[in-house]
């Protein structure tokens, strides 16, 4: 037996399976840290992607404004526009009724989500962020004049004697910017559509506003 062999012969056993876990050791921490820069990577190139879709979807909801005001546009043909002194004539109240009458004629098929539709998730979550931020006592003022009506309906008529309580700034600095004649509105806990000019509901988001407990 030559002397080399002799010394490898000559190193205990426990010692080599020592060596063996090691290297075990070792290629574990090295596929871990594989898997890690790569879950960090895939997060990383998950978040412009969750961006780009959000730009897309807020774009979509903003181009559905778009054709419905070229619709109203058209609709608006031969209705008289209201002058500042026909305020308690019924002119003001006539003019509306019309173009009410027209825009439910030309959407009768119009169904909750039409206009809102894939953005409605963002501005559920615009209006949380603002609850959560401004404090229990704050949010809950800030619904005190939300009339507590029955859910809306597309088409339907703002109630007439229900209170017009405007969105929160902070919320509505956040939300995308509506044309001249539609509004935000709040109606229980729904997020509303409203066209300020016919008084009716365009579209809804249903339980846009969280639960606020005091």
Not at 6 to 20: C, F, N, Q, V, Y
Not at 76 to 93: I, L
Not at 128 to 144: K, P, S
Request: hydrophobic share 45%.
């Amino acid at each position: 037996m030559t002397p080399a062999k002799s010394k490898l012969l000559a190193i205990p056993t426990i010692h080599l399976r020592l060596w063996g876990q090691i290297a075990i050791a070792v290629l574990l921490c090295g596929s871990i840290a594989r898997g890690t820069a790569l879950s960090a990577s895939a997060a990383a190139g998950r978040q412009p992607a969750a961006e780009a879709t959000k730009e897309a979807v807020l774009k979509a909801f903003l181009k559905r404004i778009d054709e419905y005001v070229a619709l109203k546009k058209r609709l608006t043909a031969g209705v008289p526009s209201p002058r500042p002194g026909d305020r308690g004539t019924g002119k003001v109240e006539r003019a509306g009724d019309t173009l009410a009458s027209r825009l439910k004629g030309a959407r009768a098929e119009a169904k909750p989500g039409d206009m809102f539709g894939e953005a409605a998730p963002y501005f559920k979550q615009i209006i949380e962020h603002d609850t959560e931020t401004r404090g229990v006592r704050d949010a809950y003022a800030a619904m005190q004049e939300v009339p507590a009506q029955s859910p809306p309906a597309v088409n339907a008529l703002y109630p007439e004697k229900a209170a017009l309580a405007t969105v929160p700034p902070l919320i509505l600095v956040n939300l995308p910017r509506l044309p001249d004649g539609l509004e935000y509105r709040f109606m229980g806990r729904d997020l509303i559509l409203r066209d300020r000019d016919a008084n009716i509901i365009v579209d809804f988001v249903p339980g846009a506003v969280p639960v606020i407990k005091r």
